[in-house]
């Protein structure tokens, strides 16, 4: 019997705002402990939530984003259980009438196709606290409240997740939107964004689902991979020996790369849900929709398709090169009214790239602009300096934030092209090597490279690799 | 005589006629206060009163003030359930015996704003939970007319203090009827101003969407003085009204020729006291004395309040209770490492019974297979009981009732029967489900000598009509 995976994922997506969704206070990361709360996030008795604009507004941009309906009519509810890292005792979320629904990503499926995931809703609600254990499990545990409050967005999949590459797939698509978007940049270490799963098995071709799990506790996308992969094939052994599988929730223990059952009693939670009586409904016309909407910048799917048939790049390239916003901003700045984008979305995809990572920046801080890259390709494609020597002088402009002319300048490093010169070099090597040119002439041709080495070693590397060629040819009469 | 016998108006004439100074006024409510605690049977009105906070207050209002504030420098004694920064804010219950508010409450900061000082917290039921003031974890309040009858509640200690001259005026809170039945059982006037007139930031919340603060004061003047010191938008509370607020006193004084009364024939049905029926009827022939139009309206779901009110009211307040643990702020009772046991513990040892007995009808009502059936189904019934008004409304520009189907009771002689106290409010709910505004107003006595009030309800903010109503009845009544 084959089984196949049915997999949908909740996504908690943490807004950038400046401040949180119900109150003034910020949402900086990393600050003291208790340093960024007021009696509204604190839950003290007689304050009351005030709905954070920019959160709304964000949460709608994801919304229109991520192809969802964005509903006129929107309400928050209060979610209700006790835990120390929530104060009021509820948390303020969406049920019945969240603000987005219906929506969906186009991802590839595992042999390259494109399959639309979809979004069952992406509702607005607030962030819980912190809790910090200390190291002995009889010590005691504190509550940072720092974060509680902070804007989240919870996106829900639809169950038409697969396998667990794509997963992975619709992370990345995620991650990609809000980062283009410019609501977060779902940086997992810093929490911006969580991942629960759920997988049920079924018989390929059934219509039924199996029997829910939930799984939780993974901190990167590479664990939610594993521990798909995992929950699979321990389900199916458990299906396949005859035996039976009951709901329930595991969390994944990176230390053994497998899921555990959660040892806490996890009783059902009843919230409870009722609309917050200290908040009013959410209500949006067409207008401010549409008006928001325009504002949307372009997205990754449709900048991946236009740079494959606007630039001519592969869509290996282009997926790369659009993985990032900014990247490909760099990119298109770049090849403003240069006449090969190719070469030039080649080397950002290797030097530039490799150069960035050895330096640790981003691309923000990274000193070669793109206008200065786009002056380095001219300089290049003029014939003023090799590619060798390009990529010495690209690194310093990546330390010094000079200009590709000014170093050329400054260094002496145009290439030479003199044939006169040329000449008087390559006699001298010619003189030096007596032994390789009887090689070559000899008809061992691997000799000649050496040669070519020596020609372009004693000009510092500055002389044009085809002419040396050519001259030394004609010389050694080859 | 004392000055703590002055009302209001007359306080404020002797403060800006340097006839009297604030320290003068409030040493005398403090000396009143000394004497009620060793007098036989106290009123016991106050649950704190800090003299040295309340001379901050004081010496804080003379740097800001200017000669031309509202109040004067008046103080006015405030129930426990508003946040005053620098007092302890106990709402009468043992969970928060110690908690000092960090902050002002809106109505607070409007009332220093207008000039008022607030000075001592008033004693009540437990969260605003009561009809008696037999449910504070500060001993019960006695009725000043008669030591040994009920003031009523739950702002029963503002409503005593106000009649037994151990304060001015005084700020209560109403959510089914808190501010006006222990008005008109300690022969007072009280008003709830329209939902959302003054803001609720600051007040304690029992029920979100029925809680409103409002005055408790010697004469109709005073009541609608002190509402102009506090009502007014607040960006700070979502529910706050965008109205313009009023110069309440002006209409004090003004004709009611021509105004049309309604008498609703379900509130004089049976269960109302014979005598407290012929009082309120000697307040309605006043009103028609005085050129109003009287007619017989109906209120045809005024039989489903009592149970549309406890079902939401007490939904509403199992959550607003949910944050009380003693983790945070408020007393700790026990020590332990469960955190379970904790909450348990915490917060069966800290709520009194009454409390208890709402949250649990509250959870109930809002848990799984139960919502639909009870939490749903009332918010339906509280629409149409909305409806009700609004067509009455249509036809007439009050409507007069009773307060209460019963004068102050004996002291502990309905303690058993929790279901007959809440029957009880019948009068006094629907306008708290409506979020209208109403008032009590004395309109006479028992043989007894018992107080009784008469209930004006006016639709949304027009409290004007009220404070013209009230008036004529007061004059007419004395």
């Known amino acids: 019997m084959n089984y196949e995976a049915v997999i949908g994922l909740e996504v908690h997506v943490q807004l950038n705002t400046k401040s949180k969704t119900f109150c003034s206070c910020s949402t900086e990361f990393g600050e003291r402990p208790n340093s960024h709360t007021c009696p509204v996030c604190l839950g003290l008795p007689g304050a009351l939530p005030v709905l954070n604009r920019e959160a709304l507004r964000k949460g709608i941009l994801a919304g229109l984003a991520l192809n969802c309906e964005i509903a006129k009519y929107s309400v928050f509810a209060r979610k209700n259980y006790f835990y120390p890292d929530l104060p009021k005792a509820y948390q303020i979320s969406q049920y019945e009438y969240p603000l987005n629904k219906n929506g969906f990503v186009i991802i590839k499926d595992d042999n390259g196709n494109d399959k639309k995931i979809g979004i069952t809703r992406a509702h607005l609600e607030e962030d819980a606290g912190k809790l910090i254990h200390d190291e002995d499990p009889k010590g005691p545990s504190y509550v940072d409240l720092n974060r509680c409050g902070t804007p989240l967005l919870e996106i829900v999949s639809e169950p038409d997740i697969r396998t667990p590459g794509e997963a992975v797939r619709y992370l990345n698509a995620i991650k990609e939107i809000m980062q283009y978007i410019g609501v977060s940049e779902c940086n997992m270490e810093k929490g911006e964004l969580r991942v629960d799963v759920n997988i049920s098995i079924r018989p390929v071709g059934s219509k039924e689902f199996g029997i829910k799990h939930e799984i939780k506790n993974m901190n990167s996308f590479a664990n939610v991979k594993r521990a798909l992969e995992y929950e699979i094939k321990r389900q199916i052994k458990v299906l396949r020996a005859g035996g039976s599988l009951k709901q329930e929730t595991r969390l994944f223990d990176q230390s053994k790369n497998a899921t555990v059952p959660m040892r806490t009693k996890e009783e059902a939670h009843d919230y409870r849900y009722f609309p917050d009586p200290d908040l009013v409904p959410v209500i949006l016309t067409d207008e401010e929709i549409s008006s928001l909407k325009e504002e949307l910048p372009e997205l990754p799917e449709p900048r991946r398709k236009r740079f494959v048939k606007e630039y001519g790049l592969t869509e290996y390239d282009a997926e790369n090169l659009c993985s990032s916003k900014k990247l490909a901003d760099y990119f298109e700045n770049a090849v403003k009214g240069y006449s090969n984008p190719k070469k030039i979305a080649n080397w950002i995809l290797s030097e530039m790239i490799k150069v960035m990572k050895s330096q640790q920046v981003d691309i923000d801080s990274f000193l070669v602009k793109p206008d200065m890259l786009r002056e380095l390709f001219e300089i290049i494609d003029s014939g003023e300096i090799t590619g060798k020597i390009a990529k010495e002088v690209f690194l310093d402009m990546a330390k010094t934030g000079k200009k590709a002319s000014e170093i050329v300048k400054e260094k002496g490093l145009k290439q030479v092209a003199d044939t006169s010169v040329l000449e008087k070099v390559i006699d001298e090597v010619i003189k030096e090597n007596p032994k390789v040119v009887d090689d070559i002439k000899g008809g061992k041709n691997k000799a000649f490279g050496f040669l070519v080495g020596q020609v372009m070693k004693k000009t510092k590397g500055k002389a044009n690799p085809g002419l040396v060629n050519k001259i030394l040819k004609q010389k050694l009469g080859v | ?478």
Not at chain 2, 39 to 67: C, G, H, M, W
Not at chain 2, 286 to 313: D, H, P, Q, R, S
Request: aromatic share 8%.
């Open chain 2, 1 to 478: 005589m004392g000055l703590n016998e002055l009302s209001l108006k007359d306080a404020m004439e002797k403060l800006k006629n340097k006839e009297v100074k604030i320290e003068d006024i409030i040493d005398d409510i403090f000396n009143a206060y000394k004497n009620d605690k060793n007098s036989e049977k106290p009123i016991n009105a106050y649950i704190s009163f800090d003299l040295e906070q309340i001379k901050r207050e004081v010496e804080a209002f003379r740097k800001t003030s200017d000669e031309e504030s509202l109040l004067k420098g008046a103080p006015i004694a405030i129930k426990d359930i508003i946040n005053i920064r620098g007092t302890k804010t106990t709402c009468a219950s043992k969970i928060l015996a110690d908690y000092e508010s960090p902050y002002d409450a809106t109505a607070i900061a409007y009332l220093k704003k207008s000039g008022g000082i607030p000075a001592g917290k008033l004693n009540m039921d437990e969260f605003a939970m009561g009809s008696t003031n037999e449910n504070s974890s500060y001993g019960i309040v006695r009725n000043p007319v008669n030591r040994d009858k009920i003031p009523g509640g739950s702002s029963g200690g503002a409503a005593a203090a106000v009649a037994g001259n151990l304060a001015i005026a005084a700020l209560g809170s109403d959510t089914g009827g808190s501010i006006r039945q222990p008005a008109s059982m300690c022969g007072v006037f009280g008003i709830k101003p329209t939902y959302g007139r003054v803001s609720r930031y600051g007040l304690v919340a029992y029920a979100s969407s029925f809680d409103q603060i409002g005055p408790i004061t010697k004469t109709v003047l005073d009541g609608a003085i002190l509402l102009e010191a506090i009502a007014g938008y607040d960006v700070k509370d979502s529910t706050s009204a965008p109205v313009e607020t009023e110069k309440y006193s002006e209409y004090v004084g003004q004709s009611i020729k021509g105004k049309k009364i309604g008498i609703p024939d379900e509130y004089f049905g049976e269960g109302l006291d014979d005598e407290v029926r012929k009082s309120v009827e000697n307040g309605i022939k006043i009103l028609e004395e005085a050129g109003a139009e009287v007619k017989k309206i109906n209120l045809k779901y005024t039989k489903y309040a009592i149970a549309t009110y406890y079902i939401i009211a007490t939904a509403e307040a199992s959550s607003n209770l949910a944050r009380f643990d003693g983790i945070r702020y408020g007393t700790r009772l026990i020590k332990t490492e469960d955190l379970d046991r904790l909450y348990r513990e915490n917060r069966s040892r800290g709520f009194g019974d009454e409390v208890k007995r709402r949250i649990l009808l509250g959870t109930f009502t809002l848990s799984s297979g139960y919502y639909d059936a009870y939490y749903l189904k009332a918010q339906k019934v509280r629409t149409l009981i909305r409806e009700d008004f609004r067509k009455a409304f249509d036809e007439v520009d009050l409507i007069a009732t009773p307060v209460s189907p019963k004068v102050a009771w004996d002291i502990g002689s309905m303690m058993d029967d929790p279901l007959q106290m809440y029957l009880a409010d019948i009068y006094t709910v629907p306008v708290n489900l409506a979020g209208l505004p109403a008032a009590s107003v004395p309109c006479g006595k028992t043989t007894e000598g018992l107080p009784v009030g008469l209930q004006l309800i006016a639709y949304h903010f027009n409290e004007a009509d009220i404070f013209r109503a009230a008036t004529i009845v007061e004059e007419g009544a004395k």
